[in-house]
């Protein structure tokens, strides 16, 4: 399945991207963030997304730019990785700018949860430096009906991001499964 991606996904050096090195994330020429290495299961059908470190545009402009880095490259891994099963999520950054650390935590828990994740949960992050924040944690498995949820809230995303609709391409990936 081919992706439209608003965003482009590199080693650090800019360099093509192979599973377990760290991420970068960007809008054109700009580095929005660094997710601090994929780890990945021995097979490579299995990956967890829990360090991202958001760079200074990311910090410091008044926007959401979460639900779309996580759905992009969410979509990227998917794509580009024939053998990944199955993604996990933990989601722990600290964000202090939009609203109360549970208000963060459930709309991340929501976004997991529509595009499809299983045991989605939320817990207190105890090592937290600032009081308030919350790990939200959940696996995504690859099936026909999540790529297809992942596809819509990446849509719904991306016209959010750009302030309208975009069209979609349709590739040959197909997932096994419901």
Not at 5 to 20: M, N
Not at 69 to 98: D, G, K, P, W
Not at 108 to 122: F, P, Y
């Amino acid at each position: 399945m081919d992706w439209d991606h608003l965003l482009t996904f590199t080693r650090l050096d800019g360099g093509h991207y192979s599973l377990g090195q760290p991420l970068a994330v960007r809008d054109g020429s700009v580095l929005l963030g660094v997710l601090e290495p994929v780890r990945v299961s021995l097979h490579g059908t299995q990956v967890h997304i829990e360090n991202f470190s958001p760079s200074e545009v990311v910090r410091t402009t008044q926007r959401n730019f979460g639900p779309l880095i996580l759905l992009e490259v969410s979509s990227f891994l998917v794509e580009r990785f024939a053998s990944l099963q199955v993604i996990h999520y933990n989601l722990s950054r600290q964000i202090e700018t939009y609203g109360s650390g549970m208000q963060v935590a459930r709309t991340r828990a929501e976004l997991l949860q529509n595009i499809g994740a299983r045991d989605v949960t939320i817990s207190p992050k105890p090592d937290a430096e600032v009081p308030g924040n919350f790990v939200v944690r959940g696996a995504w498995d690859y099936n026909d009906r999540n790529v297809a949820a992942l596809r819509q809230c990446l849509l719904k995303e991306q016209e959010i991001y750009r302030g309208g609709p975009r069209r979609t391409t349709h590739g040959n990936r197909t997932a096994g499964g419901n």
